[in-house]
């Protein structure tokens, strides 16, 4: 994660808002911003740092996925900058874009790949820049968003693992939380090029709010009943940390114990597809993670998209 906090308190003399307001609605105190860093280079250390962890060398790479919305180029993709700054010399590379679904997204993707038999090692990461696209002097959204990546090494394995995956779009609601990156022109009328202004992200809070609401237990119940399991049975809930009153929302409707459902979404804000990544990350580094344990992740945004994965550790 970058160092830099931006606090509630630090935005209070940005923009017309107050930690109790930010706080009440959203749940979020802090979140990271990258100051002069590329998305590549949060996506390359988490990279690196993830393969340390699993003992692995750049070299043992099939396949190399980058979950992003805020690419540096159109091309090179931010996989093929990884891949090449990684020196994974055998492993093939692409850009996914699902937004706030991208870890889920990578996640099934990698696990296809991996029961394909198309690769045998798989370095998923998320990475985002999204304080790049967003307008400080907009409340709505200035206060959400923050920057950062994660990452995740998969192979296969017969006693552990993705179990069941579900994922959806429902692109009708795509307006509800866009960012444009081109103008729409004529490219061969007569006179200078429209040169592309900076494009701030737009999103109706609410919309997002009432598709979520219906899409997150249409993923949950459909992983939970392919694997003939309930909620009860789940020992942790890992969701895209968009907003605390759709965790609450999630834990009322399954009735579950808070415990159960992570939360770091105080101190992050929204990362988009790094958010739940990120949460499993600090989980195991804090011991939360034991063998044997079934975990349901979910990630819904842009797009719109959403899914969920069960996972068995």
């Known amino acids: 994660m970058p160092d830099l906090k931006l606090t509630n308190e630090m935005l209070e003399s940005m923009v017309d ?25 949060l996506a390359l250390e988490a990279g690196r740092r993830a393969l340390e962890d699993a003992a692995l060398d750049a070299s043992e790479l099939d396949l190399i996925i980058v979950g ?10 931010v996989s093929c900058m990884v891949q090449g700054k990684l ?4 492993a093939m590379a692409f850009d996914l874009s699902a937004a706030c679904s991208g870890f889920v997204y990578s996640v099934d993707v990698a696990d296809s790949f991996i029961r394909a038999g198309k690769a045998k090692t798989v370095l998923v990461i998320c990475a985002e820049t999204l304080s790049r696209i967003i307008d400080y002097t907009d409340r709505s959204t200035c206060v959400i968003f923050g920057d950062g990546a994660a990452a995740a090494v998969f192979q296969a394995s017969e006693q552990e693992g993705v179990l069941t995956t579900y994922m959806r779009a429902n692109g009708t609601l795509g307006e509800c939380l866009k960012a444009q ?53 789940i020992d942790w809930f890992v969701l895209h940390q968009a907003n605390v009153r759709i965790l609450q929302m999630v834990t009322t409707r399954y009735g ?23 949460c499993l990350d600090e989980m195991r580094k804090n011991g939360q993670l034991k063998a044997g344990q079934h975990i349901v992740i979910s990630g819904f945004g842009g797009g719109l998209t959403y899914g969920a994965a069960l996972i068995r550790i």
């Open 87 to 90: 020196g994974a010399s055998k």
């Open 181 to 233: 990156c081109l103008p729409v022109e004529d490219p061969l009328a007569q006179g200078p090029r429209a040169v592309c202004d900076h494009r701030f992200l737009k999103m109706a809070g609410s919309d997002v709010f009432r598709f979520t609401a219906s899409a997150v237990p249409e993923a949950i119940d459909a992983v939970l009943h392919q694997a003939n399991m309930t909620a009860d049975q």
């Open 256 to 278: 579950l114990d808070p415990k159960k459902v992570y939360v770091n979404i105080d101190r992050y804000g929204n990362t988009s597809g790094v958010s739940v990544a990120l």
């Open 68 to 77: 992003t919305a805020t690419p540096d180029f159109f091309t090179p993709s």
């Open 17 to 41: 808002t107050n930690d109790e307001w930010i706080v009440k609605r959203t749940g979020i105190r802090e979140r990271r911003i990258a100051q002069n860093t590329a998305t590549w280079e």
